[in-house]
């Protein structure tokens, strides 16, 4: 395989990671705060249209609360990171899982993998020749350095 194409695909992983990352960190944030009107609608459907001071602390933070009660009454910084990282990683770990599972049976197989990838594959080769070359790459992937034969870059870059 020619170092280009190897190039290529190394990007596309890369590009593939940081972007299930970034949309997983997006995600959470948005998650927050759908789940906080989740959870005082709940609460408020369930009181008549109104909460208290001591029902509202309750939906908002039981579960901060129960990590609290789960550490001897006291948290500290590194279980409270240990614990975000952990759920964080969680929701990410879910959402990989959901878009490669073709069976829809909650886990990850070699063949679930390799089905995802001749999915992307098949969609990145346009001409369907069975070879993704550079023209059909997506965005600036696929025309950056074009005609210069892969040697300098065309002024674009850093120097």
Do not use: I
């Given at each position: 395989m020619r170092k280009t194409t190897k190039l290529v695909f190394a990007f596309i992983a890369l590009a593939g990671a940081i972007g299930t990352a970034a949309y997983a960190d997006e995600s959470s944030r948005q998650d927050g705060r759908d789940g906080m009107t989740m959870r005082l609608d709940k609460v408020m459907k369930d009181s008549n249209g109104a909460i208290?001071?001591?029902?509202?602390s309750v939906a908002m933070d039981?579960?901060?609360?129960?990590?609290?009660a789960d550490n001897g009454g006291k948290l500290t910084v590194e279980q409270l990171?240990?614990?975000?990282?952990k759920a964080r990683f969680e929701r990410m770990a879910k959402r990989i899982v959901a878009?490669?599972?073709t069976k829809g049976d909650g886990t990850l197989t070699a063949d679930d993998i390799t089905t995802h990838d001749k999915k992307v594959f098949a969609m990145l080769d346009r001409n369907n020749?069975?070879?993704i070359e550079k023209s059909e790459l997506p965005g600036r992937v696929g025309r950056h350095r074009q005609g210069d034969g892969g040697?300098?870059?065309d002024g674009g870059g850093m120097q």
């Open positions: 208290t001071f001591d029902q509202f039981s579960r901060l609360k129960k990590l609290v990171a240990a614990a975000l990282e878009r490669y599972d020749d069975g070879r040697g300098n870059d």
